[in-house]
Structures are given as C-alpha cells and as structure tokens.
C-alpha cells in the first residue's frame, strides 16, 4: 500500500505558522516569547543552526514556556535527535494540556515514529479542542495516520469526520478520494474528487487520481481530459513522468 506523506508535513508547517500566531499564554515572557518567534521564522527559512540557538535562548529565558518546547521538539525531530524532540513535546503539553497545536504536532511526531494508538490518543484529544480553531486538520491527520499503519476503515472513518467539521476542507476531500481510490470504490472517488475541485485549484496528484478513477470507471474521454491537463499543467511532476512512463511502457519512474 502506498501513501504519501506530504499531507502530514504541510499540516506540520501550517501549525509552525501558527505558533508563531497564538495569542500570548501565561507566564512565557516577552523576550522568550520573541525568541521563539524568530526561531520558527527561522526554521522555517531552513537555518537550523540558528533556529537552534534562538529557541534555546527562549528557554533560558523562560523554562516553563509551553510554545518554546514545542517548537524546538519540532526542530529536533527535524535534526533526528528523536529522544529530545519527544522530551520537548511532553514538556510543552505538561505545561499547557489545552495546548492543541501542540497535540497535534506530536500526534504527527508519534505517527511518523510508529505509535499510531498514541498518535490516535493526541490528535483526537486535538480535535476535540473548543478553541481548536481547525479541528478537520488533527482529525484529517488522524486519518492518515490510520491509512499509513494499514487500518482502513479507520482512515476512512476519520477522514470523513474532517470533511463533515468542514466540507471546504481541501486536503480532507482529496485524502478521501485517494482512499476511495485505493478501496475501488471509484464512483465515491470521482465525487470525492469534485468536490475536491470545487474548493482548489487542480494539483499535479488530484490530477493522476483523476486518472485513474476515470481509467477504472471506463471514461476515456474524462481520462485524456486528465492527462492533458497533467501534461500541460505539470510536466516535469512525478505523476507527468509516471504517465509518459505508462505510454512508453515503463514504470513511469517516481512512485
């Protein structure tokens, strides 16, 4: 079964973003509160080092700052020091437990690390957050976290709970059209896929799923729709690649 990840890492960037964003919690100072801010920005830009050193100064300055813990725990995964970013995560929700950025950043941590029924635990304590202003994206990542580990019904389960808390969810739509998809299930794919649509713009991905759901459905002429667009929208894509790799005869490369 295959399942790409990328849907985990824009969610983990949205909520850098928002970090960065949340009001002023208690007892974190101004200048470790700056601190943190500047080390997001910076990870954020790829400067690692200096992330590194922006947000241990933020904990120097203010320990029990539930939003420094956060972020550097995300910075330590992104460095591989796997033990410390999970120290840093249960530090931050030990500090705040109504912290549910947090949650749901280490619900992707513990995910990508192979606990999925804590992974579980995090995001739908996450989602149940009254103040959560996106509840569909811990739910959505619960979902694919499900799909990853090979529950199913699960995935599916989750997934349409993202879509009913928010029907304009684009990353939710296109997640359940892949997962129709991969259950053959390819008329709820093809809505799945329009809604989808209806909401975004085309990717190069929501494309090759148009693609193949039109190929298994027999609408060849929906399906040559597809693969123009793909090939004029999103020709150096992997996907592009993996249908010029389909008329050849290959493997189409990239999976």
């Not at 295959?2 to 824009?10: K, N």
């Amino acid at each position: 079964m295959r399942l790409p990840g990328r849907i985990l890492l824009l969610c983990l960037a949205v909520l850098l973003s928002a970090c960065a964003q949340n009001p002023q919690r208690k007892g974190g100072t101004a200048a470790a509160k700056a601190n943190v801010e500047l080390g997001i920005q910076y990870m954020r830009a790829g400067m690692k080092a200096v992330a590194l050193e922006k947000l241990k100064k933020a904990l120097q300055q203010d320990p029990k700052l539930p939003e420094a813990h956060n972020a550097i725990a995300v910075l330590y995964e992104n460095l591989g020091e796997i033990e410390l970013a999970k120290e840093h995560f249960r530090k931050a929700l030990a500090l705040d437990p109504d912290d549910s950025q947090a949650r749901n950043n280490f619900g992707n941590f513990l995910c990508r690390h192979g606990d999925w029924e804590e992974a579980e635990k995090q995001f739908v304590k996450a989602s149940q957050d009254p103040l959560h202003e996106h509840p569909e994206m811990p739910l959505a990542n619960a979902g694919i976290c499900a799909w990853l580990h090979g529950d199913l019904d699960k995935a599916e389960k989750y997934l349409r709970q993202a879509v009913r808390t928010n029907p304009l969810y684009s990353a939710a739509l296109l997640q359940m059209a892949k997962l129709m998809l991969e259950k053959k299930e390819y008329m709820k794919a093809r809505a799945y896929l329009q809604r989808f649509q209806s909401v975004s713009q085309p990717t190069a991905e929501s494309l090759w799923i148009g693609i193949q759901t039109e190929r298994a459905l027999g609408d060849r002429s929906a399906e040559a729709s597809y693969a123009l667009m793909l090939r004029n929208r999103f020709p150096d894509s992997s996907f592009a690649r993996r249908l010029a790799g389909e008329r050849d005869g290959g493997d189409g490369g990239a999976r």
